[in-house]
């Protein structure tokens, strides 16, 4: 099993029954429809448990679907500090409640040869929900692709992951899709991060403010607005993740991007420390 990456989250943050994830997968895009397919090169996805971002991330992969069967997926995530060096899942495959995905190791081994990111084999990768919570749903969209797993700090080393990760998967993949995983602000006592009170003003600060400011950048596809919100701000837990994914699908010829949806986990349990979600879809 060393070659395995295993489940870490699933019976918590996820469903770990195969029925129930395909339950919660229906169940989410029945909640709200995704956009029509064949249009977009990648997404921004969140990654809190499946009860509160779930839909979000569901419909944001559901909707990178295309009439081409789609043979790799490039996913960036990864909670790491600006100077830890990025990380690539090696080799092998990862579990699923749905069923493994392997890893496209040939690109892999590529990207971390150009850019120096560190191959890490499965039993060493680090358990980041960031990365798990989206692969039972890149399993079910996407049951044939190859995954490409990566870990980015938040510095401009990001946009060079997200170029040569893009430039290498061109060269290797007939279709390929992006995604970048990040939650917005984590606000509260909870997280040591309150400046503006608590409360529903709080709620309001964060939506309408702290949060739009980094939907735009990302909507914008501004790669170094996004790694400066991330730093000034706190609004994106892992800019570096979603500057990678911009960047690459940039590189891929997306020119836009789209809100597909917001919500914050206050709504669903409302508290003094919350954590806000976003989904984006690039075309």
Known sequence: MADIKKMTFAGSWYPADSDECIRSISGF???RPE???????????PHAG???????ACRVI????????VDTVILFGGHMHPGSDPLLLSHGKVQTPLGEIRVADDITREIADVTGAKLIPPDRFPDENTLELQYPFIKHFFPHARIVVCCVPLSRQAKVIGDEACRVARTVSAQFKIIGSTDMTHYGPDFSFTPAGTGVKAVEWVKTV???????????MDVEQIVNQGVAHQNMCCAGAAAAA????????AV??????????YEK?????FVGYSGILYS
């Open 29 to 31: 895009l029945k909640d």
């Open 35 to 45: 956009p029509a397919e064949g249009r977009f090169k990648g997404g921004i996805v």
């Open 50 to 56: 499946w009860v509160y971002s779930g839909s979000i």
């Open 62 to 69: 559901a909707s990178l679907r295309d009439a081409q069967p």
């Open 210 to 220: 702290n949060d739009r400011q980094a939907i735009e950048a990302l909507v914008n």
């Open 246 to 253: 911009v960047s690459a699908c940039k590189a891929n010829g």
């Open 256 to 265: 836009s991007g789209v809100s597909l949806d917001y919500a914050t986990s």
């Open 269 to 273: 349990s409302a508290g003094l420390s």
